[in-house]
Nanobody
């Protein structure tokens, strides 16, 4: 089993930045691809970013490219999402995710084996 716990969400003004963290437990954590999804009120959960088990490959939704950066530190069992230039459209609950196998369509939630509990990100204008 892999347990995921997100932190770092909060309230930020438009144009600001936040760094989300996802602390993982489980000795096989480093073999999982990791990612972030988000879900805004009244909308379906959508893909944000993913990173391979080694950290050598990263993938981003079009909405995240150029603004968000996903990274992982396997020695610390932690994955991060650095979010810059935030706007109100980024307001959502952000969920950390782990997948043993992850291909295309990369945004499909069906790939995910384990989810975190979510952390709220609110961007004011």
């Amino acid at each position: 089993q892999v347990q995921l716990v997100e932190s770092g969400g909060g309230l930020v003004q438009a144009g600001g930045s936040l760094r989300l963290s996802c602390a993982a437990s489980g000795r096989t954590y480093s073999t999982y691809a990791m990612g972030w999804f988000r879900q805004a009120p009244g909308k379906e959960r959508e893909f944000v970013a993913a990173i391979s088990w080694s950290g050598g490959s990263t993938y981003y939704a079009d909405s995240a490219k150029g603004r968000f950066t996903i990274s992982r530190d396997n020695a610390k069992n932690t994955v991060y999402l650095q979010m810059n230039s935030l706007g109100p459209e980024d307001t959502a609950v952000y969920y950390c995710a782990a997948a043993r196998s992850w291909a295309y369509p990369i945004g499909a939630t069906s790939w995910i084996d384990f989810w975190g509990q979510g952390t709220q990100v609110t961007v004011s204008s």
